[in-house]
Structure formats: C-alpha cells, structure tokens
C-alpha cells in the first residue's frame, strides 16, 4: 500500500524567503514521487517528478525537491518565494508500470506569500 | 503541447438526477483515469480504464458510478442518481503511451459538480 503525509495544511512566508513544503512517502515498491500544483479554481498542474533517477529534481517555476529514501521524505524547496506561487500543492506517490500511474495523493498545503 | 480537457467546467444538477461527465485524454494515451477533490479535502482515487475495461477502482466508486469510452476519443463518468455529498471537482487524467514512456499523469482543469 502507498500514502503520503504532508506536514502542514498551511505555510505562509514572506516573499523573497525560502519555501520548504514537506512530504514523507510509504510504499512498499520503489516510489515514483509527484508534485502538482492547483491555483484557485484550476487543475493540477504538474511541477516536478522523481522517478528512480537523479535524487535532486528540478521543476517549473524554480522549485525542486529531494528523494531522501533514508528518511523516506520528498520535500519541496524553491530558494526565493514570490506572490504568484501562492496555491495548493499536493505531493503524490505512485508505480509506474507500462505508462499505468494512478496516484496517491497527500491531503495538500496552502501556501501563502506575503508581501 | 497536448492536454486533456473536460466538459462542462461547472455543472449544477438537482438529487437524484443522472450526471454525465465527459473528458477527452490525450489522443495516444492508454491509460484514463476520474479522481475526485471535495471541496478543501484531498484529491481522491476513484477509478482507472484501460483497453476498454475498468482496471482498478477504490470503495468510493460504488454502483451509482460507470465509466465509458463510447468512441475513440471520450472517456466519461456516470453518476447515476446523485447525491448530496457527490457534490466535487472531478478531474480526469491520462498516462501511458504505447511505448510506456510517459511517466506521469496530465490532468484536465476539472468539472466542478455541484448537487443541489
């Protein structure tokens, strides 16, 4: 079975702060992790992966997150935080097999950027 | 750039009415997907489709629910008698082209049902 926990349903930070968005996994396969991101009244938008290659993943917009299988963890980060990243994001676990990707997904966190 | 879309983006019906929602995956795509995000709650696992039968689903799609992909390019949920609670952003997706290269899930913006 395959979960994900996010730590903290809200983060406000200021902009131009660092963004830290925290995701632990538990799967009983070797995970492929997701982010997607949701701005209001919108999809999911895809912001990065991490399947099975290199453990740092660079995404859209500045963001990335590190595979860390030893604290079974998929953190976001994005060094300088700015008001248009404001929106839910949703860490989400799934295995790929042949193309097949349903995903698990954490319960999401809001984030906030004050002026 | 390729993109699932989904019709219609918001749609109001009444309890105990039959709902259709309809969604075009990604033309090559194998694999086709419904979730559900109740509002302020997580997105949910509802059901995966793949060569023409459904290839897992969770407890939440119980009988009132049915997919279909009636022509080469529709995928559609049903809702047979809806219910208050079924009120939710439904949002498709698709993954898996025939080589098995594509690793991840593109999903539509969503069909906002509201049951009144």
């Known amino acids: 079975a395959q979960s994900v926990t996010q730590l903290g349903s809200h983060v406000s930070v200021s902009e131009g702060a660092l963004v830290l968005l925290r995701c632990n996994y538990s799967?009983?396969?070797?995970?492929?992790l997701f982010w997607y991101v949701q701005y209001p009244n919108q999809g999911l938008q895809l912001l990065l992966k991490?399947?099975?290659?290199?453990?740092l993943v660079k995404g859209i917009n500045g963001f990335e997150a590190e595979f860390k299988k030893s604290e079974t963890s998929f953190h976001l980060t994005k060094p300088s935080a700015h008001m248009s990243d404001a929106a839910e994001y949703f860490c989400?676990?799934?295995?790929?097999?042949?193309?097949?990707?349903?995903?698990?997904f954490g319960a999401g966190t809001r984030l906030a950027v004050h002026p | 750039e390729p993109e699932v879309t989904q019709t219609p983006s918001h749609q109001v019906t009444q309890m105990g009415q039959e709902v259709i929602l309809r969604c075009v995956p990604i033309?090559?795509?194998?694999?086709f997907y419904w979730y559900r995000q109740i509002l302020g709650q997580k997105v949910e696992f509802l059901v995966s489709f793949y060569n023409n039968e459904i290839s897992e689903k969770s407890e939440i799609f119980d009988d009132q629910f049915s997919v279909e992909r009636p022509d080469g390019s529709n995928f559609t949920l049903k809702i047979r008698s809806t219910k208050l609670e079924d009120s939710a952003m439904y949002f498709c997706a698709s993954s898996g082209d025939s080589r098995g290269i594509n690793t991840e899930a593109f999903f539509g913006q969503g069909t906002r049902l509201t049951v009144v």
């Open positions: 991490y399947t099975s290659a290199a453990t």
């Open positions: 799967s009983s396969v070797p995970p492929y």
């Open positions: 989400a676990v799934g295995g790929v097999s042949g193309g097949y990707n349903k995903l698990i």
């Open positions: 033309s090559n795509h194998l694999y």
